[in-house]
């Protein structure tokens, strides 16, 4: 690791952290100095030596995003699909219907990964938690991004299926599950070992209801070995939330509680259907007042669920009651400038009332609340002692202005327009807006082969046998010519 020392001069604005108060400030005309991959100053007239200086006029420093839930594996090519389906008869979910029947083939996951890595990087992301299937040059794609990344191999004992659109079945296979719990540690050791230093490892069951007790009780004392957190999809449906109901007799919340996995070492993907929930009614639960007690943390990705009319309940509700909450992308396209955006919009939306989702609440969580997530103290923050993940924003740029208060400017107006440039333990992945580390147009070229290919087949894994367009239909229809007009005279 190199011991260069870089001067990013008299910048517009950092947001820096200031720990005795907890909180982000703004630092005007300030100095960023990086020493290798750690940050070791922020603020005004750094008197060191550097061995580099940049120009950090007319840029804000913003410390890196950290993104606690996603997919890139599979979601860029859900792109022009999925956005407009759920299953009417399934509390609107697509989980059960739709994205089985989209899912790209395993040996197209490598292009889409990448797709999803240049789009999250070039928003401000510099942490990704990969919660996909174990595969051969996962580990390679994500180290030669530049990013830093979270491996969370997804594995389950079960998978569900309809064979009429309004039931969801079972199929369970205890000795497949058992192969993929093999395989996951296997892939998370390999990735905690690996030579960048950029990768590390998290447990993750499947889904709460494709996985059971003693798996889950497994992977928690794998976790606990291994000194990482364990994630779970739970409370992301409501068909998910009565089936549980209807096997155990208690809520998600309530069943993982009773197994003894719900506490801080658990992440919640998602966390929505809640006994309190406006789309679930069920006054007899406790369901916040668990999760509140826990310690658990929730990954809160707005845009998936906006998609369908669904929304968490709120983030400025789990926030204020002490729960750590993140956000994650978990769908296309990889923004976490715009998740961040909708966060704060839908909670408005959802209670009527402005304060429930805060510019403050969402960037804290997807700065330090993910990192606390991750149990990393020296990401999400710029601060001396952190790694030298940030991004330079353009304060230039016509979206930022005028710029009376630039966090909310980049949030809600520009958007990652302006970020030029990003940085990742010290090393620049991307240069005016550019990214240095992915051959974007080869991977796109990839993504949009391996679409095509899993399009053509659709019909085959569709219990109605119905075609793409027929699952989801586009906005509009396709002539071959207009009708014939009246000449113009």
């Known amino acids: 690791m190199s011991t260069k020392t870089t001067r990013f001069r008299g910048l517009d604005f950092a947001v820096a952290w200031d720990e005795s108060e907890q909180r982000h400030v703004y630092l005007e005309d300030a100095d960023l100095v990086v020493t290798g991959n750690e940050i070791v100053h922020v603020g005004p007239n750094f008197a060191g030596s550097a061995d580099a200086e940049i120009d950090g006029a007319g840029f804000m420093a913003i410390p890196g995003f950290v993104n606690v839930h996603s997919h890139p594996f599979s979601e860029p090519a859900n792109k022009g699909l999925t956005e407009e389906v759920g299953s009417d ?20 996951a490598g292009p889409s990964t990448q797709v999803a890595l240049s789009e999250l990087l070039k928003s401000g992301v510099t942490t990704i938690t990969d919660l996909s299937v174990s595969r051969p040059g996962w580990l390679d794609d994500l180290a030669a991004s530049g990013i830093r990344a979270v491996v ?35 892939t998370i050791d390999s990735a905690m070992q690996h030579p960048s230093g950029r990768l590390s490892g998290m447990i993750c069951p499947s889904q709460i209801d494709t996985c059971r007790e003693g798996y889950f009780k497994e992977a928690l004392q794998e976790a606990r070995k291994r000194g990482v957190p364990l994630q779970t999809h739970a409370c992301q449906a409501v068909v998910e939330f009565h089936e ?89 396209p ?16 959802l209670t009527g009332n402005y304060k429930m989702g805060t510019t403050r609440h969402a960037f804290e969580a997807a700065t330090v609340g993910g990192a606390k997530i991750l149990r990393r103290p ?18 230039g740029h016509p979206y930022m ?18 970020i030029r440039h990003v940085y990742v333990d010290g090393a620049q992945v991307v240069r005016d807006g550019k990214v240095l580390t992915v051959d974007v147009e080869a991977a796109t070229a990839g993504l949009v082969e391996g679409q095509r290919k899993r399009l053509k087949t659709v019909k085959q894994r569709d219990w109605a046998g119905r075609s793409a367009d027929e699952l989801a239909p586009p906005v509009y229809g396709t002539r071959e010519r207009l009708p014939q007009s009246r000449p113009v005279t």
């Open 89 to 108: 008869k399934l509390g609107q979910s697509s989980l059960y219907e739709y994205l089985p029947v989209f899912g790209l083939d395993p040996e197209d």
């Open 401 to 418: 202005q005028p710029a009376h208060e630039p966090v909310r400017s980049l949030i809600y107006s520009a958007s990652e327009r302006a």
């Open 334 to 349: 990889h923004n976490m400038v715009d998740e961040i955006r909708l966060a704060c919009y839908v909670a408005r939306v």
């Open 152 to 186: 969370a191999p997804m594995m389950r004992q079960g998978y569900w299926f309809t064979k009429n659109g309004h039931t969801v079945e079972y199929a369970w296979d205890e000795k497949a599950g058992a192969k993929a719990f093999e395989t996951a540690m296997q």
């Open 378 to 395: 020296d990401l999400g923050r710029l601060a001396p002692g952190c790694k030298a993940d940030f991004s330079l924003v353009d304060m």
């Open 244 to 332: 549980i109901l209807r096997r155990y007799g208690k809520t998600p919340i309530e069943w993982l509680d009773a197994i003894g996995v719900l506490g801080p070492d658990l992440i919640i993907g998602h966390g929505i259907f809640l006994s309190d929930h406006p789309q679930i009614h069920y006054p007899h639960g406790r369901d916040f007042e668990i999760l509140r007690d826990s310690g658990a943390a929730v990954a809160h990705c707005p845009t998936v669920f906006a998609r369908r009319g669904m929304a968490l309940n709120t983030i400025g509700r789990y926030m204020n009651a002490g729960i750590t909450v993140g956000i994650g992308t978990d769908t296309f």
